[in-house]
């Protein structure tokens, strides 16, 4: 068989070396990121990480990065993904709804937040400098940030509206509007060098401020919910008392 007739030269066929190639590449743009997220923590606000820095820091020649990126842009909107995904991937772990009552839910959520954005204030400032790898170059990180938490909040609530046969529509605007709410505010909290309030004090606002939205929202179907009662308690109970319960 002819080198060109091989299975493994087929289109769309991956060699091993192919594919051993690719991981060694991930494994080092991984290395690369890692170590620009680390010079950045370390670095004064508004200041530019050299790319030999970040080369040095991974262990690799600077030739290296350049091949593993096309320049500049794309290393610094592959660090702002790289962020994004860290942190989203923490806030999802928080916004588990299969334990705690809906204040306990908002409470961890937002404190996840405001840990984050408290302890890493340099990698926010640099995160709303510019896209992410795959967003459209006029939204930055933390917009795209926060639009992806939205999402992942009203999937949420959808799923829980089919599950108890409520109509989730009223609860549309009610994500992005709490997300926003959030970081708006623990922005301004964090950027004052005396605030009034102590971060956990900020929280608890903050996390009562979300419970008010959603129970608005809530009663304009009829749905009157306890914050502090176990949310699977009180899916299972509007669900076993089918859609006359939400006003249906």
Known sequence: MSIASSPSRMPGAISG?????EQHNSERQTLILQAAVALLEESPAGTDVPVHLIAKRAGLAKSVVYRQFSGREE????????????FARV????????????REILTRTIRAVAD????????VEFART?????ADPGID???????RMSETAQELIASIGRIIGADPA?????PFAVVTMVEGVLATWIRDPRPSRSRAEIVADLAAFAWYVLD?????IGLAVDPDDELTAVIAGFADAGPSAVGL
């Open 17 to 21: 070396y192919d594919a051993r190639w």
């Open 75 to 86: 290393l610094e909107r592959r660090i702002r993904s790289y962020l994004v995904d860290d």
């Open 91 to 102: 806030l999802d772990a928080e916004l588990d709804v299969s334990s705690g009552s809906i």
């Open 116 to 123: 984050w954005m408290s302890d890493h204030p340099r990698l």
């Open 130 to 134: 510019g896209p992410t790898h795959t």
């Open 141 to 147: 990180a933390v917009s795209s940030l926060k639009l």
């Open 170 to 174: 009223p609860f549309a605007s009610v």
């Open 216 to 220: 608005g929202a809530a009663r304009s």
